[in-house]
């Protein structure tokens, strides 16, 4: 790749951290994306199931208000089949919990976890803040710990603080990318106070920018950024195929999973752990003064977080 030479150690240390913990069955972790190739045998066992539901009968048993809502909602199409049109869904959610030691594909981040389905991106990969914050009220009701947004607009919604809102407060921690835009524009709900806001590095430590798509493009920075974790080049699975593990992506929405799985491996230490708890763990516990000296600065800084 047209990109320097890695560095030994521009990782999250992942190998070391599956010494102590590989997740829990009784953490969920929602993706607000594109949806899921929900057959990947990456993902046999592992989708959030709403056992509240009777499949195929058409009836809203739950009284939830949606109806055969098995394994998540489609948002964008108003329908129970949150299965990814796109391809970005799949990769952002393989990333953080792809099966691991299963001798094929790629390891996630947290191999036991259960993996909810919000899909909240239309097949053109757009969505709008009303069917993320439907997505965030019915992923909190229905008993998520963590959620995955690699999405954001630059525009503010009480609509959407709202209802990030009322996922904190009950306990839901939220990650969110900083988005690829190589400049400080505040996008939401990266933005919102309490959310965990990613970055995206590259292989030697330094910030992305640009990606390897646009030479325009570059994660984002400003004063709310919490932290980054590797964002460029990142392999994934695929949402057209169970067997091709050769399609890579980059943006800051390849970053935030790995920390949202850090968060759920987090959780499965200790699940009495509340939103701003899990944060201040990752933002304290972070590597400082890795990247570019004239952007990595000790301490907090606007490019590197923490």
Same mark, same amino acid.
């Given at each position: 790749?047209?990109q320097s030479?890695a560095?030994a150690?521009?990782?999250?240390?992942m +190998?070391n951290?599956?010494t102590i913990?590989q997740?829990?069955? %009784?953490?969920?972790?929602? @993706?607000i994306d594109t949806g899921?190739?929900l057959?990947?045998? +990456?993902?046999?066992g !592992?989708l959030?199931?709403?056992?509240?539901?009777i *499949?195929?009968?058409?009836i809203?048993?739950?009284?939830?208000? =949606?109806?055969?809502?098995?394994?998540?909602w489609d948002?964008?199409?108003?329908?129970n089949?949150?299965t990814d049109?796109?391809g970005?869904?799949? /990769?952002v959610?393989?990333i953080?919990?792809?099966?691991g030691?299963?001798s094929?594909?790629?390891a996630?981040?947290?191999?036991n976890?259960?993996?909810? @389905?919000l899909k909240?991106l239309?097949?053109?990969n757009f969505?709008? =803040?009303s069917?993320?914050a439907d997505?965030l009220? $019915?992923?909190?009701?229905?008993g998520v %710990?963590?959620?995955n947004m690699?999405?954001?607009g630059?525009?503010?919604?009480? @609509?959407?603080?709202?209802a990030i809102n =009322?996922?904190?407060?009950?306990?839901?921690?939220?990650?969110?990318c900083?988005?690829?835009?190589?400049n400080?524009?505040? $996008? =939401?709900?990266?933005? &919102?106070?309490?959310v965990?806001a990613v970055? #995206?590095?590259n292989?030697?430590d330094? !910030?992305?920018n640009? &990606?390897?798509?646009s #030479?325009?493009s570059? #994660? %984002?920075f400003g004063n709310?950024? #919490?932290?980054?974790?590797p964002?460029?080049?990142i392999?994934?699975?695929s949402?057209?195929s169970?067997?091709?593990? /050769?399609s890579?992506?980059g943006g800051?929405s390849?970053?935030?999973?790995?920390?949202?799985?850090?968060?759920a491996?987090l959780?499965?230490?200790?699940?009495s752990l509340?939103?701003?708890q899990i944060? *201040?763990?990752? +933002?304290?516990?972070a590597?400082?003064q890795?990247?570019l000296a004239? +952007?990595?600065v000790a301490?907090?800084?606007? $490019?590197?977080?923490h």
């Amino acid at each position: 790749f047209s990109q320097s030479p890695a560095v030994a150690g521009a990782d999250i240390d992942m +190998e070391n951290a599956w010494t102590i913990e590989q997740g829990d069955t %009784n953490i969920v972790v929602g @993706t607000i994306d594109t949806g899921l190739k929900l057959d990947h045998p +990456e993902f046999y066992g !592992r989708l959030w199931v709403n056992y509240g539901e009777i *499949s195929g009968n058409f009836i809203d048993d739950d009284l939830n208000g =949606y109806v055969d809502d098995v394994n998540g909602w489609d948002f964008a199409n108003n329908d129970n089949n949150p299965t990814d049109d796109h391809g970005h869904g799949t /990769n952002v959610t393989g990333i953080i919990g792809a099966t691991g030691n299963n001798s094929i594909g790629y390891a996630g981040v947290d191999w036991n976890c259960k993996l909810m @389905t919000l899909k909240g991106l239309d097949a053109s990969n757009f969505g709008s =803040y009303s069917w993320w914050a439907d997505a965030l009220y $019915y992923a909190t009701d229905n008993g998520v %710990n963590v959620i995955n947004m690699s999405v954001g607009g630059s525009s503010f919604s009480t @609509t959407l603080q709202a209802a990030i809102n =009322y996922a904190l407060n009950n306990n839901v921690t939220i990650v969110a990318c900083m988005m690829n835009t190589d400049n400080n524009t505040t $996008y =939401y709900p990266a933005g &919102f106070v309490g959310v965990i806001a990613v970055g #995206s590095t590259n292989a030697n430590d330094t !910030r992305s920018n640009p &990606f390897f798509w646009s #030479s325009s493009s570059g #994660s %984002n920075f400003g004063n709310h950024i #919490s932290v980054v974790a590797p964002g460029n080049y990142i392999y994934g699975l695929s949402y057209s195929s169970n067997t091709n593990y /050769n399609s890579y992506w980059g943006g800051t929405s390849q970053a935030t999973p790995l920390v949202a799985g850090l968060a759920a491996l987090l959780l499965a230490q200790n699940p009495s752990l509340t939103p701003a708890q899990i944060k *201040s763990i990752i +933002e304290l516990s972070a590597e400082d003064q890795v990247g570019l000296a004239s +952007e990595d600065v000790a301490g907090w800084d606007q $490019y590197f977080g923490h």
